[in-house]
């Protein structure tokens, strides 16, 4: 069986050693592909050019290193006979927990007012809630959502979740779907975006959703650039009606130097780094795949490709 990986230039190595290490057998080449790609049956990719897997014609299985996978399913020219599976792995998982903690406590602990006196040496103490009480909103309560929620539950944060279909957690508030995002809006002090991307979430982040939040609630965007509209944020953040934001993903990356998000003294920026996909974790899910696609078994962690996520 042969394996076609593209990712990140750094990683390609641990990878490779990895594959090497936990799927025994496995021929594995790196991108750019020098050969004939009729012979790769499996893609593990992050960003693959456009038309790369489309030209792979007896390619049988496309594995994300990343959990999102519009980074693969914007290439209108995607194989769609082909599966798609995404990256569930619990190093990522716990590097999203940590993330979503570290921004809720920065928002609520009010540290953008803490970390302003100190650049002006003003020594003032910040009223700040306990996190018993706080209510957050996690926009999406898939895996990496859910890891969260019980994260935050666990430090005594009142919980809330969106998600498409309806759910049932133990402590958690859940809503879901167009008709339960009013109200799961409405009561959010900190709203926290874990979505994928699709056309049904990009642009979410916007006034519509900003209008809805209390007054001087927090905004947390881990999910992706394309789920937030800078300039409704940039807006809200003028009117009060969103007091502080912790950023991860932007519409466009890197940041570019002159984007006012940088400069935002409400704003803190975080360049992509929320949950990272480590090959020592995340190569027991790739080899878990390969090994099913291997037994003709059912794949886990398939992409519904209607859906898009
Ligand atoms: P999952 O597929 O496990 O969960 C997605 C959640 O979003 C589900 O609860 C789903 O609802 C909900 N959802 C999807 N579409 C809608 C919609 N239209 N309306 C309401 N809810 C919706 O994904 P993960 O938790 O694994 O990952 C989530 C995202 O996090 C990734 O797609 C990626 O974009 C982002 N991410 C960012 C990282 C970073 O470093 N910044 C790292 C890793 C991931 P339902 O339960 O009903 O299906
Ligand atoms: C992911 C990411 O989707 O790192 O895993 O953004």
Redesign the pocket.
Known sequence: MKLLLKNERHLIERWCNALHNRVPGLEVSTFPFVGDPAEVDVALVWEPPQGLLASMENLRLVIST?????HILRDPSYPRHVPLV???DPG??Q??VE?VVMATLLCTRRMHRTFANHANKVWQEEEVPLATDCKVGI?????????CASALLGMGYNVM???????QLDGVETY???NG?EMFLNRAEVLVC?????P??EG?LGRGTFNRLPQGAAVIN???GAHLVEEDLLAALERGRVEVAVL??FQEEPLPPDNPLWEHPNVFVTP??????TPETAIFSVADAIDELRHGQPLSNQVDLE???
């Open positions: 990343g959990a999102g996978v519009d995404r990256m569930v990522l998982t590097g999203m993330y926009m999406g309560i898939g895996v990496l959502g859910e890891a979740g969106w998600s498409r279909s309806p759910k879901h779907g167009i995002l874990l979505l994928p991307l699709t049904e979430t979410i881990a999910g992706r991860d993903v992509h780094i929320a949950a990272v996909t859906q898009g996520y």
